[in-house]
């Protein structure tokens, strides 16, 4: 073990070195809690491991599950087999939500205007609340009477393999993988963003409220077994607040180019963002594995960059902002902002 987790100077957690890290040294992989491969790229990623077919010269990916008309792709039998480890319930989940997708302008639907709060500057958390308890009183077979965008369906699908996990952790059967530091108390451990990012983006609320209501219909009617995760909207409320924030993007292996899909990695959401990082990341198949960038002396804190450190610091701060909501506060940043107001003086 080379970190402890402890509080940072300025309140947030962090995580500090506890010995001399040589470089290169790995020091930490963690297994995704939930994750989800973007629809538009369903058939040329593995659904289990990430690999992209086109990084195999393949355009896609031909083996494969099919659940109820909705089928998920896997680079080998190995991954196949892993991924139905889970009773085949995250296919049945999966095709549930392409069902209702399918049927939606048969459901009853719900005009957002009567559960979502007034979007205003400042949203309190008692006016968010007040949405979800709403939203959890309408009938389980409604819907948003608007439909859900690309990314709302990829978040739904993020939160199904959320609500999956949670179920198989709470009752794993003999094949099913259990996860070290993914449990669902480790998960609601991690930084609660809600009030936060709906404050800085009160659209978000509706599109959550709407996510909800999708999930909830999808899986209530077609998946027993996952209604005690449903009852109350707490889950997805959760699942949603950790979400954003803390999610990590699924990229190609070589280059970082096109992002493939993105999922929550609960032990690794504790590496603060610096500038000057000293931890660099790397995911290998499903994992994401983290190794020291260079020697790391015993009380140092252990950071990866969320944005790209070539970036001049203004660009770095609003990229940091826009996405993540937080002023960063890096020696890097700090020392360069410093050094322009000298100049101006
Ligand atoms: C993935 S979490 C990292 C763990 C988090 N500090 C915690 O206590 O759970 C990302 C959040 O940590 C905080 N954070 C990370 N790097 C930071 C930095 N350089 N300056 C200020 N806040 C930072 C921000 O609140 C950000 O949204």
Not at 256 to 281: Q, T
Request: proline letters at 4%; a negative charge.
């Amino acid at each position: 073990m080379y970190s402890v987790q402890r509080t940072t100077a300025w309140g947030g957690r962090g995580l500090f070195s506890i010995a001399n890290i040589p470089a290169g040294t790995l020091l930490h992989t963690s297994s995704p809690y939930a994750s989800v491969v973007y629809a538009s790229y369903k058939k040329e990623v593995c659904a289990h491991c990430f690999a992209y077919a086109y990084e195999s010269q393949k355009s896609t990916w031909n083996i494969k599950t099919s659940f109820d008309g909705s089928s998920s792709y896997f680079c080998s039998d190995i991954c196949k087999d892993d991924w139905n480890s889970t009773d085949g319930l995250m296919s049945q989940a999966l095709a549930a939500l392409d069902k209702l997708e399918k049927t939606m302008k048969k459901k009853p639907m719900i005009d957002m205007e009567t559960i979502s709060p007034p979007e205003h500057g400042s949203i309190t958390l008692e006016e968010i609340d007040s949405a979800w308890k709403r939203a959890e009183k309408t009938s389980k077979r409604a819907i948003a009477k608007e439909p859900l965008t690309e990314i709302e369906l990829d978040t739904a699908r993020l939160l199904a393999s959320a609500v999956v996990r949670r179920h198989i952790d709470t009752y794993p059967n003999a094949d099913s993988n259990t996860i070290p530091g993914t449990s669902w108390p480790q998960f609601l451990q991690l930084q609660d963003n809600e009030l936060l990012y709906t404050q800085a983006s009160p659209y978000s609320l509706s599109s959550n409220l709407r996510i909800y209501l999708f999930v909830r219909n999808a899986l209530w009617f077609r998946i027993p077994v996952l209604q005690p995760y449903l009852e109350t909207s707490d889950t997805i409320r959760a699942i949603l607040a950790r979400d954003q924030g803390n999610s990590f993007g699924l990229f190609e292996m070589d280059g970082e180019s096109e992002m493939l899909g993105y999922a929550i990695y609960s032990s690794a959401s504790y590496f603060n963002h610096d500038c000057n990082p000293n931890v660099r990341k790397e995911r290998q198949g499903r994992s994401m594995s983290f190794y020291a960038k260079r020697d790391i002396v015993p009380d140092e804190e252990l950071c990866i960059n969320y944005v790209d450190i070539e970036d001049v610091v203004t660009a770095r701060k609003a990229l940091l902002s826009k996405g993540w909501y937080f002023d960063c506060a890096c020696l890097r940043c700090h020392t360069e902002l410093e050094n322009s107001r000298k100049l101006l003086d």
